[in-house]
């Protein structure tokens, strides 16, 4: 990557990057994905990193979403943080993770705040920004709930005795294997000797809000 064709290359993956963090009319998950290609281009090509980059990043996996009330992920900021540390400083860094958690803990009190006015913590209990977001309580975001019933997970091997709750994880048919999960008795958390692997959900119903 040292002549001008490649450098020239190179700088017009960083403005393309730029651009799709920019994109307003795609999905935050949309413009994250493309800038994060641009980021492998480079990666595997070796070539250097410029702010111009890190700004792209910041703007498409933590700024855009929080200003669309999305849920940030904790990863996500640790590597977006990793990378602005490497590129632009510590102190950029830094800064950049103290605004970035107040900013998300403003969004995650405005969820739980529309989630208990909307009277739903008595039916489906403490919410999270992605719960709110789903049942439609921000400006702008519409119901995408499914089903109006709530999916409660059950441990498949709560019932069974502790010698035997890690049997539900060996292959079937291999050599000196132990008994699958599905072939243990019904009282011991398994479904009788039927083919069938014992499944952990339980379904509850709910009335539909």
Request: contains cysteine.
């Amino acid at each position: 990557m040292t002549n001008s064709l490649s450098t020239l290359r190179v700088e017009l993956v960083h403005i393309i990057a730029h651009a799709y963090a920019n994109q307003t009319a795609f999905p935050t998950r949309h413009r994250f994905r493309n800038v994060y290609f641009c980021y492998l281009w480079l990666r595997d090509r070796k070539a250097p990193l410029q702010p111009l980059l890190t700004k792209a990043l910041v703007r498409a996996a933590i700024t855009a979403p929080l200003e669309n009330r999305e849920w940030v992920s904790t990863v996500k900021l640790r590597w977006v943080l990793r990378l602005v540390r490497d590129i632009e400083g510590a102190d950029v860094a830094g800064e950049l993770d103290r605004l970035v958690w107040r900013w998300r803990g403003d969004v995650i009190r405005e969820a739980r705040a529309r989630w208990d006015a909307a009277g739903l913590f008595a039916r489906f209990g403490p919410s999270t920004v992605t719960m709110a977001r789903r049942a439609g309580l921000f400006d702008g975001s519409r119901p995408t709930w499914r089903r109006c019933y709530r999916k409660c997970v059950m441990n498949a091997g709560f019932r069974a005795p502790k010698w035997v709750r890690r049997v539900r994880f060996q292959q079937r048919g291999t050599k000196g294997a132990r008994r699958i999960w599905g072939r243990l008795d019904r009282g011991m958390g398994g479904n009788n000797g039927w083919w069938r692997p014992y499944s952990p959900w339980k379904w509850r119903p709910l009335e539909a809000y």
